[in-house]
């Protein structure tokens, strides 16, 4: 078990060899031998089992999960991942939202009034994450199954084995009104477009920005990272609770299939704004943090105002310059629509 500081009463994510359960700290032995969990729920079939006692030897790991104005505990046997500069964790609300999400996903196999309300739906958005089941060997594979898109608050499992490719989907994945986020995407781009005719436009692929804010001296030698890599390292959900040996081929297409699906495609989008936000632009938000607090920090500015219309430009030193880390010399301003205004002013 590891070595975090439990406290009755905190909601615990436990992860046992074949099980990954949330529930409520009601007892922990004095040795720590054994723990106590209330209102305990399977994280990934949502059955609830009341309380129930888990031993040391049984349990894999354990995670206290934040609540939304909490940061996470994590003990030392947890490990960030080695070339990620940072990591989060799904507070109780989220992954409560995402849980639910995985589970209402909605599965289309025929273009029926089902498909035409989805298509309806997707097409007034404007972020998609997209997987693909079956793709493992790119133009080679033989068992195309699946294609998943996901919002942000809703999953659509389309049964491309039986329906193929639409020309609405088709949209959906070429419009550059859209981007996409995809994991390790050139087995999906090179079965779309060798499949299926179907040019993939712009996309954004968290392998890649895993890869790019690695410490990795050489990144031309791309290794590949798993998805539930990802979901793991970044997002601090357990290893097991995605199914490997889920069978994408057979149909009908069961309620397990549908449900790893959904859980291939949920976390897409979460990790791009991770990425992004949390990541490759920590230091241009903090050069804007600066700059916002220039001239609110300084006590007396309203003052420094008054002195710099009155006596021209003696207390201009009174503000704070602010640093910013951009060096403006390595920017390249294009001459030409320069020239080209110049010559037009000229002209008039």
Same mark, same amino acid.
């Given at each position: 078990?590891?070595?975090?500081?439990?406290?009755?009463?905190? *909601?615990?994510?436990?992860?046992? @060899?074949?099980?990954?359960?949330?529930?409520?700290?009601?007892?922990?032995? /004095? &040795?720590?031998?054994?723990?106590?969990?209330?209102?305990?729920? &399977?994280?990934?079939?949502?059955? /609830?089992?009341?309380?129930?006692?888990?031993?040391?030897?049984?349990?894999?790991?354990?995670?206290?999960?934040?609540?939304?104005?909490?940061?996470?505990?994590?003990?030392?046997?947890?490990?960030?991942?080695?070339?990620?500069?940072?990591? *989060?964790?799904?507070?109780?609300?989220?992954?409560?939202?995402?849980? @639910?999400?995985?589970?209402?996903?909605?599965?289309?196999?025929?273009?029926?009034?089902?498909?035409?309300?989805?298509?309806?739906?997707?097409?007034?958005?404007?972020?998609?994450?997209?997987?693909?089941?079956?793709?493992?060997?790119?133009?080679?594979?033989?068992?195309?199954?699946?294609?998943?898109?996901?919002?942000?608050?809703?999953?659509?499992?389309?049964?491309?084995?039986?329906?193929?490719?639409?020309?609405?989907?088709?949209?959906?994945?070429?419009?550059?009104?859209?981007?996409?986020?995809?994991?390790?995407?050139?087995?999906?781009?090179?079965?779309?477009?060798? +499949?299926?005719?179907?040019?993939?436009?712009?996309?954004?692929?968290?392998?890649?920005?895993?890869?790019?804010?690695? +410490?990795?001296?050489?990144?031309? =030698?791309?290794?590949?990272?798993?998805?539930?890599?990802?979901?793991?390292?970044?997002?601090?959900?357990?290893?097991?609770?995605?199914?490997?040996?889920?069978?994408?081929?057979?149909?009908?297409?069961?309620?397990?299939?549908?449900?790893?699906?959904?859980?291939? =495609?949920?976390?897409?989008?979460?990790?791009?704004?991770?990425?992004?936000?949390?990541?490759?632009?920590?230091?241009?938000?903090?050069?804007?943090? +600066?700059?916002?607090?220039?001239?609110?920090?300084?006590?007396?500015?309203?003052?420094?105002? *008054?002195?710099?219309?009155?006596?021209?430009?003696?207390?201009?030193?009174?503000?704070?310059?602010?640093?910013?880390?951009?060096?403006? @010399?390595?920017? &390249?301003?294009?001459? @030409?629509?320069? *020239?080209?205004?110049?010559?037009?002013?000229?002209?008039?």
């Amino acid at each position: 078990m590891n070595k975090i500081e439990l406290v009755l009463g905190q *909601t615990v994510l436990l992860e046992l @060899e074949e099980e990954c359960l949330l529930g409520e700290l009601l007892h922990v032995s /004095s &040795d720590r031998s054994f723990i106590r969990l209330s209102d305990v729920r &399977d994280m990934i079939t949502k059955e /609830s089992y009341g309380i129930q006692t888990y031993y040391n030897s049984e349990i894999r790991n354990i995670q206290v999960i934040a609540s939304d104005k909490a940061q996470i505990q994590t003990g030392p046997s947890e490990k960030a991942p080695d070339n990620s500069v940072k990591s *989060t964790q799904l507070s109780i609300a989220n992954l409560d939202d995402t849980l @639910e999400q995985i589970n209402n996903y909605v599965f289309i196999h025929q273009t029926d009034v089902k498909y035409h309300d989805s298509i309806r739906y997707l097409k007034k958005q404007r972020y998609f994450g997209i997987a693909m089941e079956g793709i493992e060997h790119g133009r080679h594979s033989s068992s195309l199954s699946l294609l998943s898109i996901a919002t942000y608050d809703s999953i659509y499992i389309f049964d491309i084995k039986w329906m193929k490719i639409t020309d609405e989907i088709r949209d959906l994945l070429c419009n550059d009104r859209y981007r996409r986020v995809l994991h390790n995407g050139r087995l999906v781009k090179d079965v779309l477009q060798h +499949k299926f005719g179907v040019h993939v436009g712009k996309c954004f692929d968290v392998m890649v920005a895993h890869i790019a804010i690695s +410490k990795t001296e050489n990144k031309s =030698v791309i290794e590949e990272f798993s998805l539930q890599a990802c979901v793991q390292s970044y997002l601090k959900l357990p290893a097991n609770f995605f199914d490997v040996n889920i069978n994408f081929n057979e149909r009908p297409v069961n309620d397990s299939a549908k449900r790893e699906a959904a859980k291939h =495609v949920v976390f897409l989008l979460p990790l791009q704004d991770l990425f992004i936000h949390d990541i490759m632009l920590e230091p241009f938000y903090s050069n804007c943090s +600066k700059y916002l607090q220039s001239l609110s920090r300084n006590p007396d500015f309203i003052n420094s105002l *008054t002195d710099l219309r009155n006596k021209n430009c003696e207390a201009i030193e009174a503000v704070t310059p602010v640093k910013l880390g951009i060096n403006v @010399e390595l920017l &390249d301003v294009p001459e @030409e629509p320069t *020239t080209i205004l110049s010559q037009a002013s000229g002209s008039n």
